[in-house]
T-cell receptor, first 109, second 113 residues
Framework: KNEVEQSPQNLTAQEGEFITINCSYS?????LHWLQQHPGGGIVSLFM???GKKKHGRLIATINIQEKHSSLHITASHPRDSAVYIC???????????FGTGTSLTVIP | DGGITQSPKYLFRKEGQNVTLSCEQN?????MYWYRQDPGQGLRLIYY???????QKGDIAEGYSVSREKKESFPLTVTSAQKNPTAFYLC????????????FGNGTRLTVT
């Protein structure tokens, strides 16, 4: 069983739609990360959070520590949002990172 | 600007040859990591290093070797013992403080034929 599970695996949306990607984890964590991987392969960090909610532009990340669940929302989606979004956690024992398998998002104009 | 540089971006090798992937960071991070990414799978940890001259095996270390002679550099050698070396390899770094974010390089795509 993976320590981090994401859903959906693949997502296609029309430009302008509101998008939600979900992440559940099974280990104790000190932080949860949302990462973005573009077709070229490089990965950038979008959010790191340990409680509550964070917002950057059209992106919002929330976490519920009791339920071990996080969501990434994209408002007013745009084709340039097309990428793979990866949820990762830092365990609270030994500073290890665990990664979900990613959600491939395609936004159609 | 600080960051992580991986080179080359694409690498082609014949089966049976060792190959070394470069990773350099100027973020002054103590911890560095090598991950392997395959289609449909999450990133898997190959090796990590928390400090110069020390490193530990990750989940899939067999067929790989690393060195950490300098804080900035963490090269990965894919040896001929690695049975399925064709993959996308990502190097990352972080502070050792718990909960610090990971910074990634742009990756090296290795193809072995």
């Amino acid at each position: 069983k993976n320590e981090v599970e994401q859903s959906p695996q693949n997502l296609t949306a029309q430009e302008g739609e509101f998008i939600t990607i979900n992440c559940s984890y099974s280990v104790g964590i000190s932080a949860l990360h949302w990462l973005q991987q573009h077709p070229g392969g490089g990965i950038v960090s979008l959010f790191m959070l340990s409680s509550g909610k964070k917002k950057h532009g059209r992106l919002i990340a929330t976490i519920n520590i009791q339920e071990k669940h996080s969501s990434l929302h994209i408002t007013a989606s745009h084709p340039r949002d097309s990428a793979v979004y990866i949820c990762a956690v830092t365990s609270n024992t030994g500073n290890q990172f665990y990664f979900g398998t990613g959600t491939s998002l395609t936004v159609i104009p | 600007d600080g960051g992580i540089t991986q080179s080359p971006k694409y690498l082609f090798r014949k089966e049976g040859q060792n190959v070394t992937l470069s990773c350099e960071q100027n973020l002054n991070h103590d911890a560095m990591y090598w991950y392997r990414q395959d289609p449909g799978q999450g990133l898997r940890l190959i090796y990590y290093s928390q400090i110069v001259n020390d490193f530990q095996k990750g989940d899939i270390a067999e067929g790989y070797s690393v060195s950490r002679e300098k804080k900035e550099s963490f090269p990965l050698t894919v040896t001929s013992a690695q049975k399925n070396p064709t993959a996308f390899y990502l190097c990352a770094s972080s502070r050792t403080r718990e909960g610090s974010p990971l910074h990634f390089g742009n990756g090296t795509r290795l193809t072995v034929t």
